[in-house]
């Protein structure tokens, strides 16, 4: 079955800690995920994709197929960070239609 | 920047009633998605849309539900006889590429609430 998993419902950290969000998947093929945030009263935007192996507002994510995770890393958080963070994978069918995971509110104080 | 839009923000309306939600696609894009999101759950693909017709749907798109791009631009969910458990948030989505699409763009959601 194909699933994502993000098993905190909230993340409280403090301005200038580190912060790493928890996403696995269960998929049987070769995945493509992503990470979605949506700040308050804004709609979903990407934030970034493992394909891209990039670094997005200083937020990392590596796939780590062995332990088919993909966490959400970031060195020191700013509260400007705070939004609830959606990991999605791309289901296997033909139009690439996103299996969300439950979405993970961050909280940054100040 | 171009965005996907979503009209209306928020509808109420009794159990039984149909509604339309309405959406318009970024322009160059092919492809169009509805998911929804229950309060508290996680955002579900209801279905995709390319080339005129569904592409794929899910469990949750029953004989309740239909889509349509009436006019080259709007691209519509329909819910016929609206049930409590229909109340949640409804997201369009548009990509230029389908499954080879590296992005989705998303509007910022209707609101349903079903009394």
């Known amino acids: 079955a194909q699933r994502v998993t993000q098993p905190e419902k909230l993340l409280s950290v403090f301005k200038g800690a580190p912060v790493e969000l928890k996403c696995n998947y269960s998929?049987?093929?070769?995945?493509?995920l992503f990470w979605y945030v949506q700040y308050s009263r804004q709609r979903l935007q990407l934030l970034l994709r493992h394909i891209s192996r990039e670094s997005i507002k200083g937020f990392t994510a590596d796939l780590n197929k062995g332990e088919t995770s993909f966490h959400l890393k970031k060195p020191f958080a700013q509260e400007e960070d705070s939004a609830m963070y959606y990991c999605?994978?791309?289901?296997?069918?033909?139009?690439?239609?996103?299996?969300f995971g439950k979405g993970t509110k961050l909280s940054v104080k100040p | 920047e171009p965005e996907v839009t979503q009209t209306p923000s928020h509808q109420v309306t009794q159990m039984g009633q149909e509604v339309i939600l309405r959406c318009v696609p970024i322009s160059n894009h092919l492809y169009f998605y509805w998911y929804r999101q229950i309060l508290g759950q996680k955002v579900e693909f209801l279905v995709s849309?390319?080339?005129?017709?569904?592409?794929?749907k899910s469990e949750i798109f029953d004989d309740q539900f239909s889509v349509e791009r009436p006019d080259g631009s709007n691209f519509t969910l329909k819910i016929r006889s609206t049930k409590l458990e229909d109340s949640a948030m409804y997201f369009c989505?548009?990509?230029?590429?389908?499954?080879?699409?590296?992005?989705?763009?998303f509007g910022p959601g209707t609101r349903l609430t079903v009394l």
């Open positions: 999605a994978l791309k289901g296997g069918g033909s139009q690439g239609n996103l299996i």
């Open positions: 989505a548009s990509s230029f590429g389908g499954a080879r699409a590296i992005e989705q763009f």
């Open positions: 849309f390319y080339n005129n017709e569904i592409s794929e």
């Open positions: 998929y049987s093929g070769s995945p493509e």
